[in-house]
């Protein structure tokens, strides 16, 4: 597609369960990123990939996220054993390269009930 | 950690004003700075993007300056339009890699 493409767009959770987003780069775009965007708060940093080199994760909140690039393109971010607090906006965002322009997604409201 | 402010925090203007939005933050040793808006239930536009050796980029009615020893970025738009209405954000990166760090934001209402 022409854009970034997230998917879903809203996600209604109960506590506890495990939930997956996902994410469609733009075709070409070697690197992705990940951000969320809690209630009143900035746009935060979770994870980077580049290629096919380890991705940076130095942004995860803790050990229940986790996010794999398959074929070095499309991208899930998986929360496990959600909670109230990681409701939040989860963007997704991919560039041709690193030092690049960023192009983002129209996000994904996670709200854990 | 990067600290990243923006004033003002909202800001109301009439069509047709100019007017300069400002960034600061604190740790000067930065790749590039991006500039976005964000629009209600949307996610973030790129509007520009300065590399740490660039002074100024251009984009129509946009211009955005860097001074990273000083620590500071402005966004000036020139000849405001109601449909300029968003929250901007300034965005500096530390690594080159897009490992941003985002103001709150300058929440920009320009009356028609």
């Known amino acids: 597609g022409a854009g970034v493409s997230q998917s879903p767009s809203n996600k209604v959770t109960e506590k506890g369960k495990d939930v997956e987003l996902r994410c469609d780069p733009i075709?070409?775009?070697?690197?992705l990123y990940w951000y969320r965007q809690s209630l009143g708060q900035g746009l935060e940093f979770l994870i980077y990939?580049?290629?096919?080199?380890?991705?940076?994760k130095s942004g995860l909140p803790s050990d229940r996220f986790s996010a794999e690039r398959t074929g070095g393109s499309v991208s899930t971010l998986t929360i496990q054993r959600t909670q109230q607090e990681d409701s939040a906006v989860y963007l997704c965002?991919?560039?041709?390269?690193?030092?690049?322009?960023?192009?983002f997604g129209q996000g994904t409201r996670l709200t854990v009930v | 950690k990067q600290e990243v402010t923006q004033i003002p925090a909202a800001l109301s203007v009439p069509e047709g004003e100019n007017l300069v939005l400002n960034c600061s933050f604190t740790?000067?040793?930065?790749?590039?700075l991006q500039w976005f808006r964000q629009d209600p239930g949307k996610g973030l536009t790129s509007l520009l993007l300065?590399?740490?050796?660039?002074r100024e980029q251009t984009s129509g009615r946009l211009n955005a300056s860097l001074d990273k020893s000083s620590g500071r970025s402005t966004l000036y738009i020139a000849a405001s339009q109601p449909g300029d209405s968003a929250t901007y954000l300034c965005?500096?990166?530390?690594?080159?890699?897009?490992?941003?760090?985002f103001g709150t934001g300058t929440r920009l209402t320009v009356i028609p």
């Open positions: 965002a991919s560039s041709l390269i690193k030092n690049t322009e960023a192009f």
């Open positions: 075709s070409g775009h070697t690197a």
């Open positions: 990939f580049q290629g096919n080199s380890a991705p940076d």
């Open positions: 740790d000067s040793a930065i790749y590039n």
């Open positions: 300065i590399q740490s050796s660039q």
């Open positions: 965005a500096p990166d530390q690594t080159g890699a897009n490992n941003l760090f």
